[in-house]
């Protein structure tokens, strides 16, 4: 636009130069002239710039968003007892416990892995992607129960069970046991959350005297008769924030309702442990260093300026002093007892030998010293003004801290009465008052390294970096790419509007219901499949009056919509059976306009599927769902399982989903450029989605927890869900898996609630793309709807 506007001001100067060298470009900006509707054109130009600006504004608008308020606003934070299941489901699954290792990106072995980053991992993955200091008492003490029972099973699965001479295992690892390694280890280290460093014993022990007690830098007498976690110690503070006294610490562990040590299990051989590093300063030693200097200030002060010390003359003094009460009895005997006096003195203190010039050297160079450092503190006036400066800020912060600690413990004990907002809000100062204390330490550290000079090696003071895992609901929004409005528009419309009209066409109706739209067919007017037209018995059930056909509910993953899933559609309404299609917008691509707080929680999406059932008048459903439509059977299947009749996945999300293969295949890998998939996975509100509002243990699903007749399919080259994992997960619980290329009928039709199938050689979706792999989908379908009905009527 602006070199054709520059061409027609100056042809001259720049439209003949364009003809001769760049004819192309001349012949562009000629046809941009001669079309009359240009300046159309230039509006259409003007738009896509602020449409340009607007989605950068966006989605810049996104990163700057707290993630922590994020992840609590999809979905409540887990109670107690549900993530203590939760924990004892997956660890009963692997019989592989060394799997968490894979969640860090460089893939590290696990003997590598610290302490410290393994409670990282697991507070961030199993506590809502809180922090440690967000955490209750009775949350950090099942914290250190998931650290213990991972290193016990990782103990047993690298060593194996302990056999003593007689060939019997009979041996039995106890709490202590475990938390002692075996052995018992007097080196007791105390750990902070705020800078996940060890600090020994000695450390502790020249804190300040005044040092606060519930600051989060505290210390308590430790019983160095065994180990002590680094985790347990971290604990003294928390439970004395509770109202417990150190010396109730000991019954922590029998007042925890959550104990997977408290039961008997074979000793592995050997134990094994994370990695402690133990760190040559504790997490407060430069500022407790400074508090102490301050202190022994004064007191030198007060020493020098209001006492005389002269240890020679005052042994004399006390030994003429003595004489003197001996000869209180002789007044006669004065002269003598004086010369008893300095007889007794040269008896302990020879004139002139080596005792009395040590005597005097000592009283000479004891006054000497402490009038040297009283002069040389003296002198350090900007070392002491630190000292106070520092003082004065860490009080402060404490105090802080320990006041949005308090409040965040009544926030929780009403949680459901509490907003995420105001929830993160306040977590995020306790942790703000953390990090400042961190930068106290920092300053203190500079300070005291700047005074030293060369007298201290810098290097014994640098910490190793964390080791950084996928941590996905706190990483910046990854891969968002910014396209045309005009190609938002297009690719919109052409999904929108073509599956509005070919639904039409197929008898649906286009219906909302609280804040989820969705496709209704009524279905085909017809009798259970159960029961014969002469009313005879069938699969050896009496015959009665036929049932509502059971309504199947398909809910799409992530994608385009709908619109992609037509074959599917069509082999289900064979069926004849009511068919619901709800939509799920903010996993739908092109739709840039759509609010970061469209995202459902597990409870609405919950109640809505109840409801939308309701309406129609059905009290149950087979739900089938593909890829990120399975968190949403997960749902239902958990929150609302009185409406789910049957559950067929295909290329099911929620399976394994503790296994870290999903978020690094979606999050941190892309698929080559210029493919549908790469268009829809750059997607803003795809990725808002996955890193922001995609609670992993709401939706991970077990197979314990499904009670209903169900069907899974597989690709065996699914990119996305670890498909070997979860396939092996399905032979180690006895479900029967088919080649889905072979399957039949019959295979449906059998016995059995769970049944699985794989697609060899498929990818993840692929049935969208070959209508050959639909059919065995739709039979599958009707063959648990059959099952649901059939458990129906012998229920009733």
């Not at 296994?659 to 996975?681: E, Q, W």
Request: proline content about 5%.
């Amino acid at each position: 636009m602006l070199l054709r506007d520059l061409c027609e001001y100056s042809p001259e100067s720049i439209q003949q130069p364009l003809q001769q060298y760049l004819p192309m470009l001349d012949k562009l900006i000629t046809a941009m002239k001669s079309y009359n509707g240009y300046r159309l054109l230039d509006v259409w130009c003007v738009i896509e710039a602020l449409f340009f600006i607007a989605f950068k504004l966006k989605i810049r608008y996104l990163q700057s968003k707290d993630p922590l308020e994020a992840s609590l606003s999809a979905a409540p934070m887990l109670d107690p007892d549900e993530r203590r299941a939760l924990w004892e489901r997956i660890v009963s699954v692997e019989s592989d416990p060394t799997w968490i290792s894979e969640w860090f990106l460089d893939h590290p072995p696990i003997d590598s892995i610290s302490i410290y980053d393994i409670l990282d991992f697991l507070c961030w993955s199993l506590f809502d992607g809180r922090n440690q200091e967000h955490l209750t008492t009775q949350e950090l003490n099942d914290l250190e129960g998931f650290v213990e029972d991972l290193e016990y099973r990782i103990s047993i699965h690298l060593y194996g069970i302990a056999v003593e001479e007689g060939g019997e295992e009979e041996e039995i690892v106890t709490e202590s046991m475990v938390s002692d390694g075996g052995e018992k280890d007097n080196t007791t280290r105390d750990y902070d959350v705020t800078t996940n460093r060890n600090r020994t014993s000695s450390d502790v022990a020249t804190a300040p005297a005044d040092t606060d007690s519930n600051n989060g830098y505290d210390s308590y007498s430790i019983d160095k008769t065994r180990y002590e976690s680094p985790l347990r110690s971290k604990f003294r503070r928390s439970s004395i924030e509770g109202g417990r006294t150190p010396n109730s610490i000991s019954t922590r562990r029998s007042e925890s309702s959550f104990s997977i040590l408290s039961i008997e299990r074979p000793r592995p051989e050997k134990s094994f442990r994370f990695r402690r590093d133990i760190e040559r300063e504790g997490p407060n030693y430069f500022s407790n260093l400074y508090e102490a200097y301050k202190i022994r200030y004064d007191r030198y002060k007060n020493m020098i300026e209001k006492a005389d010390f002269h240890p020679v003359q005052d042994l004399s003094h006390l030994v003429a002093e003595t004489a003197q009460q001996v000869a209180k009895t002789a007044h006669s005997a004065e002269e003598s007892a004086m010369k008893s006096a300095e007889n007794m003195y040269e008896t302990f203190v020879q004139p002139g030998s080596q005792m009395d010039k040590h005597l005097s050297a000592l009283s000479s160079a004891t006054y000497t010293q402490l009038t040297e450092a009283w002069n040389s503190v003296k002198g350090m006036k900007e070392r002491l003004e630190t000292a106070n400066f520092l003082s004065e800020q860490r009080k402060a912060l404490m105090q802080q801290a320990r006041g949005n600690r308090a409040m965040l413990t009544r926030m929780r004990e009403m949680s459901y009465a509490v907003n995420s907002k105001q929830m993160a809000g306040i977590m995020r100062k306790i942790t703000e008052s953390y990090e400042a204390l961190e930068k106290i330490e920092v300053t203190a550290r500079d300070g005291f390294l700047s005074a030293a000079g060369k007298l201290t090696d810098n290097s014994l003071f640098k910490q190793q970096k964390p080791k950084r895992y996928a941590r996905y609901s706190s990483d910046p929004i990854l891969g968002i790419y910014t396209y045309p409005l005009g190609i938002n528009l297009f690719l919109f419309s052409a999904s929108e509007f073509s599956l509005r009209i070919m639904l039409k066409r197929r008898g649906f109706e286009r219906r909302s219901i609280g804040p989820v739209a969705y496709y209704y067919h009524p279905g085909k007017e017809s009798s259970s499949p159960l029961i014969n037209t002469d009313n005879t018995e069938v699969y050896g059930l009496p015959s009665r009056e036929s049932p509502k056909s059971t309504p199947v509910v398909f809910i799409h993953g992530i994608g385009v919509g709908l619109v992609v899933y037509i074959n599917l559609i069509d082999a289900l309404l064979e069926s004849g059976r009511p068919l619901l299609l709800p939509e799920i917008p903010y996993v739908s691509g092109f739709r840039p306009w759509q609010s970061s707080s469209a995202v459902l929680s597990p409870a609405v999406v919950a109640s809505t599927m109840t409801a939308m059932l309701a309406y129609h008048g059905y009290n149950k459903a087979t739900f089938v769902g593909h890829s990120y439509g399975t968190s949403w059977l997960s749902y239902v299947c958990k929150y609302a399982h009185s409406v789910v009749a049957a559950l067929l996945f295909l290329d099911p999300i929620c399976f394994c989903l503790y296994h870290p293969h999903l978020t690094k295949s979606f999050v941190y890998r892309r698929p080559d450029p210029g493919s549908i998939a790469y268009i829809v996975r750059t997607d803003m509100m795809v990725n808002w989605t996955i890193q922001r509002a995609f609670p992993w243990t709401w939706i991970v699903l077990f197979l314990e927890q499904i009670n209903v007749p169900c069907t899974i399919f597989l690709g065996d080259k699914d990119t996305l869900v670890p498909a070997e994992k979860v396939e092996a997960y399905l032979r180690s619980n006895g479900v029967p898996i088919s080649n889905a290329d072979i399957v039949d009928k019959s295979f449906f039709e059998e016995k059995g609630d769970l049944k699985s199938c794989v697609w060899r050689g498929a990818v993840h979706g692929g049935f969208t793309e070959e209508p050959e792999m639909v059919p065995n989908i739709a039979v599958a379908c009707n063959a648990l709807c059959h099952k649901a009905e059939q458990l129906e009527l012998l229920q009733s």
